[in-house]
């Protein structure tokens, strides 16, 4: 089992910056793709920034630009560094990886629990 945990989330007012930070709890991981998600209310889940295996990375268009995904292949953490945020950001983000564990040839998706971004003068 893999566990995401997510950290950097808050309130922030519009035009500010935060970055979001997600750490595994495994070592042992083949990456396939890894980056963040979000929610906002009433809203399905959609993606915000992925990269995958290759080293290319993949934005929503609404956070080109503002947005950069990053990782530390050492540690399997990922970041989202966020910056010129609008109230339009607000939402749940969630950390997403998709790898194979323990050098097992089958690959599976694991979600964190999320993490609240506010943007609100």
């Known amino acids: 089992q893999v566990q995401l945990v997510e950290s950097g989330g808050g309130l922030v007012q519009p035009g500010g910056s935060l970055r979001l930070s997600c750490a595994t709890s495994?070592?042992?991981?083949?990456?396939?793709?890894m980056g963040w998600y979000r929610q906002a209310p009433g809203r399905a889940r959609e993606l915000v920034a992925v990269?995958?295996?290759?080293?290319?990375?993949n934005y929503a268009d609404s956070v080109k630009g503002r947005f950069i995904v990053s990782r530390d292949s050492a540690r399997n953490t990922v970041y989202l560094q966020m910056n010129s945020l609008k109230p339009e950001d607000t939402a749940v983000y969630y950390c997403?990886?998709?790898?194979?564990?323990?050098?097992?040839?089958?690959?599976?998706?694991?979600w964190g629990r999320g993490t609240q971004v506010t943007v609100s003068s």
């Open positions: 997403y990886l998709d790898a194979m564990v323990g050098g097992s040839y089958d690959s599976s998706d694991y």
């Open positions: 495994r070592s042992d991981l083949s990456v396939n793709a």
């Open positions: 990269f995958n295996r290759n080293g290319n990375h």
